[in-house]
């Protein structure tokens, strides 16, 4: 069964601290994606990779970095939290080229910035 | 400016079809239509994706109207477990085009 994992399943922050939010797959997929889920706003897309290394900004990446130093894992941080990132993060993977619109989902994080 | 309409909530009696209708009347010739589904406290789930044919798959059948600007997601016998918000994307079938999910259709299936 296809597997995508995020590290924690509830968080609770600071201000101003700095969070990390690891996601691992184990389907050896090309393209590992970071959106956050908000009520009334719907899953908006923060970064993504195509490749080791590489990423590209999203709709909403202020606020964000992420590193992806091997194939089947995707950080997503968070430098300096703010209260307006408390939030749902999901991330998710997807085979190569051909199948990018094939997204498979973890079970998202809930972060909470206190 | 959102790319897909799809009415808020829907209602399904347990075992009947769902048949969850999508618009998209600004598509073009080289975007597919996607659907997904998230059931609450999950992770959206991939569920079905067709160009201008008619699509099944061991979840649902999607129908695409032939010019294009509509589609239905058809879950042959709902069940419970189909409670879920769906969503309707359009999209370019290409490496670098990503997924921008909308606000979806509230589907409860009762019994």
């Known amino acids: 069964d296809v597997k995508v994992t995020q590290s924690s399943r509830y968080l609770v922050k600071r201000t101003g601290e700095k969070v990390f939010l690891e996601c691992v797959q184990d389907?050896?997929?090309?393209?590992m994606f970071w959106y956050r889920q908000d009520p009334g706003l719907g899953l908006r897309l923060i970064y993504f990779s195509y490749d080791v290394k590489m990423k590209e900004k999203g709709d909403i990446p202020e606020g964000y970095s992420v590193s992806r130093e091997k194939k089947e894992r995707f950080s997503l941080i968070l430098e300096s939290a703010s209260t307006n990132q408390t939030s749902m993060y999901l991330c998710a993977s997807s085979p190569g080229l051909a199948r990018t619109g094939e997204l498979f989902f973890g079970e998202g994080s809930r972060l909470t910035v206190l | 400016d959102a790319k897909t309409t799809q009415p808020t909530s829907m209602d399904c009696a347990e075992g009947r079809a769902a048949n969850l209708p999508c618009n998209h009347s600004t598509i073009s010739g080289n975007e597919y239509v996607y659907w997904y589904r998230q059931i609450h406290s999950q992770g959206p789930q991939y569920i079905i994706h067709?160009?201008?044919n008619n699509e099944t798959n061991e979840m649902a059948s999607l129908i695409i109207t032939e010019d294009r600007k509509s589609s239905t997601l058809i879950l042959p016998h709902a069940t419970l477990r189909d409670t879920a918000v769906y969503y309707c994307?359009?999209?370019?079938?290409?490496?670098?085009?990503?997924?921008?999910f909308g606000k979806g259709t509230m589907l409860l299936v009762s019994p």
């Open positions: 067709g160009l201008k």
């Open positions: 389907m050896d997929h090309e393209n």
């Open positions: 994307i359009v999209r370019l079938n290409s490496g670098y085009s990503t997924l921008t």
